[in-house]
């Protein structure tokens, strides 16, 4: 039987796994890799609306993956950990390395199919 630790890291985990499951939130970590920005600066930065944009900031705040300060009437969201941009990033390089391999894979095929 699981710990209540064990479950509650598990389910931590997947939070965060589902948190960088949606393309639009890794594209505003990256953005927020570059420095602090805020709702609108980031909404035109990614071409969409500032409510979706909020939207997603809102998820990224409750996983822990960004922040929100107030200066004056703007709100400068940023992000908590370098990390995530690194996980990100080899989890890019994994995906490369797959495309690359199959694509190697259909070179091959594509050999054997020409004889």
């Given at each position: 039987?699981?710990?209540?630790?064990?479950?509650?890291?598990?389910?931590?985990?997947?939070?965060?796994?589902?948190?960088?499951?949606?393309?639009?939130?890794?594209?505003?970590?990256?953005?927020?890799?570059?420095?602090?920005?805020?709702?609108?600066?980031?909404?035109?930065?990614?071409?969409?609306?500032?409510?979706?944009?909020?939207?997603?900031?809102?998820?990224l705040r409750e996983r822990g993956m960004a922040r929100a300060e107030r200066l004056g009437t703007t709100v400068m969201y940023s992000l908590t950990d370098v990390r995530v941009i690194q996980a990100l990033d080899l989890m890019r390089a994994v995906l490369a390395d797959t495309l690359a391999q199959r694509g190697a894979l259909a070179t091959i095929l594509g050999r054997h199919e020409e004889r």
């Open positions: 039987m699981q710990q209540p630790q064990e479950a509650e890291i598990r389910m931590l985990h997947a939070q965060v796994c589902q948190a960088l499951a949606d393309p639009t939130r890794i594209l505003l970590l990256y953005q927020l890799a570059d420095g602090p920005k805020s709702v609108g600066e980031l909404a035109a930065a990614l071409g969409t609306s500032q409510p979706t944009v909020s939207r997603h900031l809102k998820v």
